[in-house]
């Protein structure tokens, strides 16, 4: 019997500190808040030009350009509940060359942005699929398209509804851009990113539209 209450004594664990009812309160509650706290907001710089040829030169009607505006707002509200915001920056007189492809004139492009084309309708060397909507990122010269180091997202109004444009940020947000991928696999990040868009509309975080935090247009900031 001794030598048991000696073991028993020589490994006894150490009594541990006494804790209020209170202070484990606050403990967990301090926790919960770390846990909870968001993530820094990602801005991105966005370029956006609005086609000073289109109708025969004489640009968008201003019913175009609201039409925009109020799809660029909504873009803003829905990816808000991803803790991303939108820094936007117009450049004006920007217009479409044609000469067997479209091409923006480099003087109107910017980096660091997303460069966004609005216009009435987009070539089919753009937009094939009628969409209304197509994001490129940087490239090397490809058959007759020079190489060029610019993010750009097209727009045409005529086609595109008021979910293309936040799904054509979304290739960008996902980078998508970044690589060149082939026609199945752009099926499928059509169709995922629709998904998270969906799920982001309905209030969810979307942590895939953060993989693009180290691009040359996204910078953290402050929440507060």
């Known amino acids: 019997m001794t030598r048991s209450r000696l073991r028993s004594s020589k490994f006894a664990p150490p009594s541990l500190p006494s804790i209020s009812r209170r202070n484990f309160v606050a403990l967990c509650c301090t926790g919960s808040l770390l846990l909870a706290a968001p993530p820094p907001t990602l801005t ?10 289109a109708r025969n030169g004489n640009g968008l009607s201003d ?18 509940n991803s803790h ?4 936007v920056h117009f450049t004006e007189g920007a217009f479409l060359r044609t000469q067997g492809y479209s091409e923006i004139p480099e003087r109107f492009l910017l980096r660091p942005t997303i460069n966004v084309f609005v216009t009435e309708k987009l070539g089919y060397d753009i937009d094939r699929e009628r ?3 197509c994001s490129i990122g ?27 444009l936040p799904h054509e ?19 499928w990040a059509d169709l995922r990113n629709d998904y ?9 975080h979307i ?12 910078r953290p900031t402050s929440s507060a």
């Open 63 to 80: 019913a175009e350009r609201a039409l925009f505006l109020a799809w660029q707002e909504k873009a803003r509200s829905q990816y808000a």
């Open 131 to 133: 969409t209304g909507g």
């Open 44 to 53: 991105i710089g966005l370029n956006v030009m609005f086609d000073a040829g």
């Open 169 to 187: 940020y979304s290739h960008h947000f996902t980078l998508d851009t970044v690589h060149n991928p082939s026609s199945a696999r752009n099926v």
């Open 207 to 218: 942590k895939e539209f953060r993989a693009c935090a180290k691009s040359e247009w996204a």
């Open 196 to 204: 998270l868009l969906w799920r982001q509309r309905h209030g969810a």
């Open 138 to 164: 940087p490239h090397p010269r490809w058959q007759k398209i020079p190489a060029h180091p610019f993010f750009k997202t097209f727009l045409g109004l005529a086609d595109a509804k008021e979910t293309t």
């Open 84 to 87: 991303i915001a939108f820094d």
